[in-house]
């Protein structure tokens, strides 16, 4: 078992920056690609970006490349978020993932483990 725990999520202006982190606790965190999903108010949960075990590949969304990045530090277990110039549609949870295979996590299907999310809210 992983267990993951987001953190940082927040109220933020439009332009403004947040990072999220995810704790792992539990399996070998190194083993692990690791992601991030967001869901914003009455939208399906999308992909945001995703990171292989030892960070040699890197994919984000259309939506979120070059203002977002996706790093991970495997001796502390953590993965992290960096958001700058943040738009009002950034607004949503934000779920970390773990999973096995890099193709599965950013397809988003039978991924291995959830976080319970955090909340990011840009006002306009």
């Known amino acids: 078992q992983v267990q993951l725990v987001e953190s940082g999520g927040g109220l933020v202006q439009a332009g403004g920056s947040l990072r999220l982190s995810c704790a792992a606790s539990g399996r070998t965190f190194s083993g692990f690609s690791m992601g991030w999903f967001r869901q914003g108010p009455g939208k399906e949960r999308e992909f945001v970006a995703a990171?292989?075990?030892?960070?040699?590949?890197?994919n984000y969304a259309d939506s979120v490349k070059g203002r977002f990045t996706i790093a991970r530090e495997n001796a502390r277990k953590t993965v992290y978020l960096q958001m700058n110039s943040l738009k009002p549609e950034d607004t949503a949870v934000y779920y970390c993932a773990a999973d096995a295979t890099m193709r599965q996590l950013v397809a988003g299907t039978q991924v291995d483990y959830w976080g319970q999310g955090t909340q990011v809210v840009v006002s306009s």
């Open positions: 990171i292989t075990w030892n960070s040699g590949t890197i």
